[in-house]
């Protein structure tokens, strides 16, 4: 079975603390990629980052950072110095070999609350 | 840039009306999809399509059908609303390629009195 989990409902955080978004999957492929998407309250979900099985280098992308451990299945989200603009919900996703299609199994979201 | 359009952001409907949601993509992408999202439970796929005319059930399809006549739109249609469709719905786009990442329309809250 195919499965997300973000443990995290909600977080609150003051500006410029660090905050580390979890995300565990399950999966029994091989081949897979992993995606985080930010939702702001605008609506629209916006791509991050995808990471292919076979590449387990932690990324950095200005403040954001991703970390990738296959030994303990996960794929968690680091902000260095929230902003309040980080404020949004936060979705892991799997996409493993579902008949070739291209699907994403999703996680339940993570809603960051950055405050002044 | 791609750009996925919904035809509404909100849409009030009553129980028992057909209801139709547009999403349109101009990049020309193989693959679409249709999501509903609920607080808690992230996104679930509903249907998606893979080419014109066809279509594949995703999670949770029950109370839904879909339509594909041209590449660039995918119509999600509610044959019969009912309460327990109030939700945000979801439009996404894709290449037919496994590593391709899924771009997303605005959304239509769609809330069903």
């Known amino acids: 079975a195919q499965k997300v989990t973000q443990a995290q409902t909600e977080i609150s955080v003051v500006e410029k603390e660090d905050v580390t978004l979890d995300c565990v999957y399950e999966?029994?492929?091989?081949?897979?990629?992993l995606f985080w998407y930010k939702q702001p309250p605008s609506g629209v979900l916006v791509f991050l980052i995808r990471r292919n099985s076979f590449d387990e280098q932690n990324e950095i992308s200005g403040r954001y950072s991703w970390n990738f451990q296959k030994s303990t299945s996960s794929f968690n989200f680091t902000i260095t110095a929230s902003q309040v603009v980080d404020s949004a919900v936060y979705f892991c996703a799997l996409r493993g070999s579902f008949g070739g299609y291209n699907k994403l199994i999703f996680g339940a979201g993570t809603r960051l609350a950055v405050h002044p | 840039d791609v750009k996925v359009t919904q035809s509404s952001r909100y849409l009030v409907k009553r129980t028992g009306e057909k209801v139709f949601l547009e999403c349109v993509q101009d990049?020309?992408?193989?693959?679409m999809f249709w999501y509903r999202q609920d607080p808690g439970l992230g996104l679930r796929l509903i249907y998606f399509?893979?080419?014109?005319?066809?279509?594949e059930k995703g999670d949770i399809p029950e109370g839904y059908s879909v339509s594909r006549e041209k590449k660039e739109r995918f119509s999600l249609i509610l044959e019969s609303a009912s309460t327990n469709q109030t939700s945000m719905y979801l439009c996404a786009s894709a290449t037919g390629l496994r590593t391709d990442t899924q771009y997303f329309g605005p959304g239509t809250r769609l809330t069903v009195l």
């Open positions: 399509s893979y080419d014109v005319k066809m279509k």
């Open positions: 999966t029994r492929d091989t081949t897979y990629y």
């Open positions: 990049m020309d992408h193989e693959n």
